[in-house]
């Protein structure tokens, strides 16, 4: 049997993913045994133009990180599923658009204002911005052209699994690589190397009932770290996650945050996140509610950390937008 | 007028294009390097919480998530008004430590050695980590791959994860180490020191003891004269993440010095239209484009401007090899670009050396990790050395705690003009009208970057592929002439 053909891009994201299979160590001689790397910018040495003269579906897998956040990501999406037979979403930003993806909560032309004019070390008085095409004397400059809205991979080609996490676990990326190798890989469109409960249903640490008067803020308060991080009026997106990245944060004694995205019967994670937390205030009465509701001080940036541009609420703020 | 693309420039975090032009005679006339890449955190890390900038601005860079993580802490620290206690300060350095300890490594063995291990010219498929294991020995290699290994498992110890760093919180850490766990990281540490003594004998075999070398790393198209910037403690001696910015010119005089909440006054960026990475330079000295010398703003951060900025360094085996580097490279400051590998590796030795003194230190076994905050939230700015440069980190909040302000200068960003420049200049040494345009040619544009190990380019493996590069000669309106792949 010969080699699988492999590729992996990062698009919008951090390199993280990449470097998380870096974090096979020595097994990385082994995926270098059982695999061609025939494509991965970050690491090993092939060009795009390589790329584009392999035939259709040449590439046995691509594994796409980073979200769709310019022309050039939305490009290589493409490209890749051309020449893919299989490709894998891989990590929270090409999954569900991750942490780049909380900029859909303001406008491109916000976004680039305040990095190119309002940020105080900058010094721009003629409020210059990059430009898609520029003529410099010796010849024309070309950059890639921002989208609106920083999109998940599956809003640009389809996707047929999907490892979640920021970063995906060593183990599993390493069972995905197993999969791939071995042909084993599940049906499309699964979600692979996690499982499909909640967090909160395997976390270990004590659960009584929910019933709080206060959220609590983390600058001035050591949660135990025996006992539901909820339960102390921390907040934790335990409940609408899925589970499968080993309980890290808690472990290091702090709240989940998401990353893994929401379980199978989770439509939306804000959102079931949202009537979670509302279901353990300890109130009847609506002011002492609204007062309790003020100190979940940034709900859609918490709930929302790490999907919102595959919630419903971003595509409200898309219509909004355009 | 001719132009030659290099596109993708691969190995590399994130994106990065090199554009070369010719002039009439086939001299470069001139080099530009693109960032075609924004993700805008300093707009969307506003409205947060700040206490959870700390969990999100690890995600800039998955490369160097430590420095960002801490950088972080230390400005939400300044915003609650609050300083964590010993044993928590010892814990995040040790931390630190850890985090460039194996990003040095990948950096100087998988990334940079090639070129230095099996020529600047060898057969691109031989050129990487594999051809290094080949030439260097399995021993070697698997000590390079464990020792990695070493200083992530540290890393993850401490902070729960590797990459996924969620742990420092204002005036502290969220969770400590067992005694029991000390005294394992102190047997880690031990094998960390020896393994960077082994790599500054690496270094020596097969760098310095190669004239060759020597005078490709002295010569012109790889110097650059430009100030030099890093953090020094109280007495001027070297610091990753505690103490004041020191700024001293291409004399090695200091022209500045000062602390990490004042770098308003010292540090402006200027856009250009043609990427979306900004230029920082030195308000003392003003931006008068991409030019070196005393008298322009530009300068440089990273292990090699730090070294220069600093008066010594604090452990004994890597201050010994400080002094040897600068009588061998003739005196300080060094102004020599490939000079930032050997640099690098007496940081190796002296984040080892670190980590050691800090582990054997029972303290950090201390349950006293936190100091609570009663103030109200106001401004901070978190300053620390990030492997490839100085990070600043810099949040203003409403009385709350949300973020309604953010500024980021990380390492590479004050590297770019620099990084520019260098690539311009080693571009002009090996590409002419008498000077094929091979391969290896090429490849020496590349090393002109590649020291400074930049973060759109945190490459830190390198499995058998082709030449990195695909090289497109046009005319000026853009017709393809020649086309050099590998």
């Known amino acids: 049997m010969g080699k699988v053909k492999l590729a ?315 | 007028m001719t132009r030659i693309t290099i596109d993708p420039i691969t190995r590399l975090e994130g994106h990065g294009k090199i554009e070369l032009f010719l002039d009439g005679a086939g001299e470069v006339a001139d080099a530009v390097l693109q960032i075609p890449e924004l993700r805008g955190f300093e707009r969307f890390c506003m409205g947060r919480p700040v206490t959870e900038l700390a969990r999100i601005v690890p995600k800039i860079c998955g490369v160097c998530p430590g420095a960002h993580h801490l950088a972080a802490a230390k400005a939400i620290d300044a915003v609650y008004q609050v300083e964590p206690p010993p044993a928590a300060k010892k814990l995040r350095e040790l931390f630190y430590c850890a985090h460039v300890f194996h990003s040095h490594i990948a950096h100087f063995y998988v990334l940079a050695a090639p070129d230095f291990v099996l020529g600047p010219a060898a057969d691109p498929s031989r050129r990487n980590i594999l051809g290094v294991i080949a030439k260097v020995g399995r021993d070697l290699g698997g000590s390079v791959l464990r020792h990695r290994r070493i200083g992530q498992d540290i890393q993850a110890l401490l902070a729960g994860h590797q990459t996924d760093l969620v742990w420092c919180v204002p005036g502290g850490v969220s969770k400590g180490i067992s005694e029991k766990q000390r005294l394992g990281v102190v047997e880690l540490a031990r094998s960390c020191v020896e393994f960077a003594k082994t790599t500054v004998g690496v270094f020596d075999r097969l760098v310095l003891s190669n004239e060759q070398y020597v005078d490709l790393i002295l010569s012109g198209p790889y110097a650059l004269c430009a100030h030099s910037m890093g953090l020094v403690d109280s007495r001027n001696q070297l610091s990753l993440d505690e103490g004041q910015v020191r700024v001293v010119d291409t004399r090695a005089q200091e022209i500045a010095r000062f602390a990490p909440q004042d770098y308003l006054e010292h540090i402006g960026e200027r856009v250009e239209p043609w990427t979306y990475l900004k230029f920082p330079f030195l308000k003392l000295k003003g931006w008068s484009g991409l030019r070196d010398g005393q008298d322009s703003g530009v300068y440089r951060a990273g292990p090699l401007a730090r070294i220069n900025a600093a008066d010594g360094v604090s452990t004994p085996l890597a201050q010994v090899e400080r002094e040897r580097f600068f009588a061998t490279l003739g005196g300080r400051p060094v102004h020599a670009t490939l000079a930032q590998h050997w640099a690098r590796v007496i940081e190796l030795l002296f984040v080892a050396e670190r980590m050691l003194e800090l582990a054997s230190d029972p303290e950090v076994a201390s349950p006293e990790i936190r100091r609570l905050s009663r103030q109200i939230p106001r401004e901070g700015v978190g300053v620390v050395e990030a492997p490839r440069g100085m990070l600043m980190h810099h949040y203003v909040t409403d009385e709350k705690g949300l973020v309604v302000k953010v500024n980021l200068i990380v390492g590479t960003t004050h590297n770019h003009a620099p990084i520019c420049m260098s690539i311009a200049k080693a571009a002009r040494g090996v590409i002419g009208r008498d000077k094929p345009m091979t391969d290896g040619a090429l490849n020496m544009i590349e090393m002109a970057f590649r020291a400074y190990d930049p973060c759109f380019s945190c490459a830190t493996h390198n499995l058998p592929g082709r030449a990195p590069i695909e090289v497109l000669v046009r005319e000026r309106d853009g017709t393809l002439i020649a086309r050099e792949a590998p």
């Open chain 1, 8 to 322: 992996m891009h990062a698009a919008a994201g951090c390199g993280g993913c990449d470097v998380s299979v870096l974090d096979l160590h020595e097994r990385i001689l082994e995926v270098a045994g059982a695999a061609e790397l025939l494509f991965w910018p970050m690491f090993c040495d092939g060009s795009v133009k390589d790329l584009e003269e392999y035939p259709d579906r040449h590439l046995d897998a691509s594994l796409f990180n980073g979200a769709i956040r310019n022309s050039e990501d939305e490009h290589m999406a493409r490209l890749l599923r051309q020449k893919s037979r299989v490709l894998v979403a891989f990590g929270s930003c090409a999954h569900l658009g991750g942490i780049p993806g909380l900029a859909n909560l303001n406008s491109l032309e916000e976004l680039l204002r305040v990095v190119y004019q309002d940020t105080p070390s900058t010094v721009n008085p003629k409020k210059s911005r990059p430009t898609e095409l520029y003529w410099m004397p010796p010849g024309e400059l070309r950059l890639p052209r921002m989208h609106g809205q920083v999109l998940a991979l599956d809003e640009v080609v389809r996707v047929d699994q999907y490892l979640p996490g920021c970063p995906p676990a060593v183990e599993q990326l390493w069972a995905l690589l197993r999969a791939i190798v071995q042909s084993e890989l599940p049906p499309p469109g699964a979600v692979v190397g996690a499982s499909n409960i909640a967090l909160c249903d395997e976390c270990e640490r004590s659960k009584g009932e929910k019933r709080i008067k206060a959220f609590r803020d983390l600058a001035s308060f050591v949660p135990d770290p025996e006992v539901c991080f909820l339960e102390q009026g921390v907040i934790c997106c335990g409940p609408a996650t899925r589970s499968g990245c080993g309980g890290r944060c808690g472990k290091a004694n702090m709240p989940c945050r998401g990353c893994y995205g929401p379980p199978d019967d989770v439509e939306d994670q804000g959102a079931k996140l949202l009537s979670s937390i509302a279901s353990v205030i300890d109130s009847d009465d609506p002011a002492e509610i609204g007062r309790i509701v003020e100190q979940v001080r940034d709900p859609a940036g918490t709930f929302y950390r790490y999907s919102l541009p595959s919630a419903f609420l971003s595509g409200a703020c898309r219509e909004e937008a355009s």
